[in-house]
Each structure stands twice: as structure tokens, then as C-alpha cells.
């Protein structure tokens, strides 16, 4: 099976032309090695609260994927709004993918516990927040594509079987 993902880049200097984005190629590279991921949309946003959540909306509804992957947004800085934004659009958490990103991220840094970052269900989609660098999405997407892509399983009705042998 393969599923369709979109990448949300918030972020107001690469909006503006002014930084360059490395996260989401980061994100795009990451999912490149695992054979069940396919990146169908890749936008760059300004952290803005109802562009990304807007964003988040037409990509699960009108898009139709299945996996949507922000990145940037998720500090403690005034316009941080990714997670406020993912919040105003999933109608089911899902706090064990937050969780299990902090949780491989504190083996590495104390800093791990400053992400804000959120994970839900909207529809058929699931939406996760991954923090704006580089290389804490290689770290965090390495360590939960797996658990992930069998939750898509699930969400998608292609395995009721949660049970390992």
C-alpha cells in the first residue's frame, strides 16, 4: 500500500523568500528509504493560524491524503501556532505520536521537552507535527514511520489486527 502525504513548511522567513527551507526536503528525503510513502503536496506557509489550518483542511478533505506532516511551528515563540492550528482540525488525538517524538528526542536532548507539537486524525488523515530541524525530523521519522504506517493501515480499514504473533 501506498500512502499519500502532504508537507506543511510553516514559516515566515521562508515564506517571504528570506530563509531557505530544509525541513520539509528533510521530511521528503527521510520518507524517500521507506517504499509505503509518497509525497503528492509540499506547501510553504507563513505561521499563520488559519492558512495552516485552512491548509490542513483541504489537504485531508478536497486532497484526499493520507498522511500530512508539518514542520516548523511547534516552539514557544508568539507566532508558534502549528499545534493551535491541528488542534482547530482533527476531530480524534492521537497523543502516542507526540509522545513517542518527544520520548526518542530526549534520548538526544534535554530540549525534547520544549516541543509543542501535536498529532490527531481528521477523516481518513492523520496529521503530525515535526519539529523545524533537519536533523530532529531524520531522527523522529526514522524512529515512528513504522508504527505509523501500520496505524494507516488501521485508519484505512487494510488491517483490523493489532495483535503481534
Known amino acids: 500500500m501506498i500512502y499519500k502525504v502532504g508537507i506543511i513548511t510553516a514559516s515566515d522567513k521562508g515564506y517571504a523568500g528570506t530563509r531557505k527551507d530544509l525541513s ?3 521530511i521528503e528525503e527521510v520518507l524517500s528509504h521507506f517504499k509505503g510513502f509518497q ?37 514557544f515563540s508568539k507566532r508558534d501556532v502549528t499545534p493551535e492550528a491541528t488542534l482547530e482540525v482533527i476531530q480524534r488525538r492521537t497523543p502516542g505520536v507526540p509522545e513517542a517524538m518527544r520520548s526518542i528526542s530526549f534520548q538526544i536532548t534535554p530540549r525534547a521537552m520544549l516541543s509543542r507539537a501535536e498529532a490527531g486524525i481528521r477523516g481518513n488523515t492523520l496529521i503530525a507535527n515535526m519539529p523545524g530541524s533537519p536533523k530532529s525530523i531524520k ?26 504473533p
Open 24 to 26: 520539509g526536503p528533510a
Open 39 to 75: 509525497v503528492q503536496k509540499y506547501v510553504m506557509l507563513p505561521d499563520e493560524k488559519d492558512m495552516l489550518s485552512n491548509m490542513m483542511r483541504q489537504m485531508a478533505d478536497e486532497d484526499q491524503l493520507d498522511l500530512i506532516l508539518t514542520t516548523g511551528g511547534t516552539g
Open 139 to 164: 531522527e523522529i521519522l526514522e524512529y515512528i514511520l513504522p508504527s505509523i504506517e501500520h496505524g494507516l493501515d488501521i485508519l484505512k480499514g487494510n488491517t483490523a489486527e493489532c495483535a503481534r
